[in-house]
């Protein structure tokens, strides 16, 4: 049952990691930190899967809630109007820190069972390996967010960093620019 948990945990995961690798335009080098980690979570499901079985299980294959963070609807709905691509990169790295502890505390958890029942002594090496894992995404979250954040400052100050809805409707509009005496186009802003 527990190591079934921490299966659904890691497929629900997988498709967030997915998400974020999809989502993620900003920063690149997050970028490539997720793709690793991409591999390291379906090592991890493998890991956790074949536990089951050595186990005598049967996995479970369903998505486990993640743990987030959510603002109160009110606040939500006004981020979604105000917030800007760089901001809310922000919060998701903020979604993938709490995530990221979360299957810490999981593994952490799952390892105190094995060294309690000692039928389960089997499951400590690879419930480490997962452990370590996951504690060296969340610490390279932990130490690259002010660096993260510095990158992306910039872009919520800036012009092209308008609410994201506002900058979706910008980008549709296209003006000329023509010259008063001769009526000739010289410039769009398609080109500017």
């Known amino acids: 049952m527990y190591l079934n948990d921490a299966f659904a945990m890691e ?27 991409l591999q390291e979570t379906l090592q991890q ?12 299980g049967i996995a479970i294959y369903e998505k486990a809630d993640l743990p987030v963070l959510r603002p109160p609807r009110s606040i939500l709905d006004n981020m979604k109007k105000q ?30 069972f094995a060294t309690k029942i000692n ?14 894992e996951e504690y060296s995404m ?7 967010t002010p660096a993260m954040f510095v990158k992306l400052w910039p872009d919520i100050q800036s012009y092209s960093s308008l609410p994201l809805q506002a900058a979706e409707a910008l980008s549709n509009v296209n003006l000329t620019f023509r010259c008063e005496i001769c009526q000739e186009l010289f410039a769009s802003s398609e080109e500017l």
Not at 12 to 21: L, S
Not at 45 to 56: C, G
Not at 87 to 105: F, P, R, S, T, V
């Open 119 to 132: 039928s389960l002594a089997f499951a400590i090496p690879p419930l480490r390996q997962n452990l370590e």
């Open 138 to 144: 969340y610490a390279w979250l932990r130490a690259n």
């Open 45 to 56: 499901q493998e890991r956790v899967r074949n536990l089951i079985t050595e186990s005598n």
């Open 83 to 112: 917030i800007t691509l760089a901001e809310w990169e922000l919060k998701e790295i903020e979604q993938d820190i709490i995530i990221e502890n979360a299957e810490i505390a999981k593994y952490n958890m799952l390892i105190q």
């Open 11 to 37: 497929i629900a995961h997988e498709e967030r990691i997915k998400e974020r690798i999809q989502k993620v335009t900003l920063l690149p080098e997050a970028k490539l930190k997720f793709e690793h980690h």
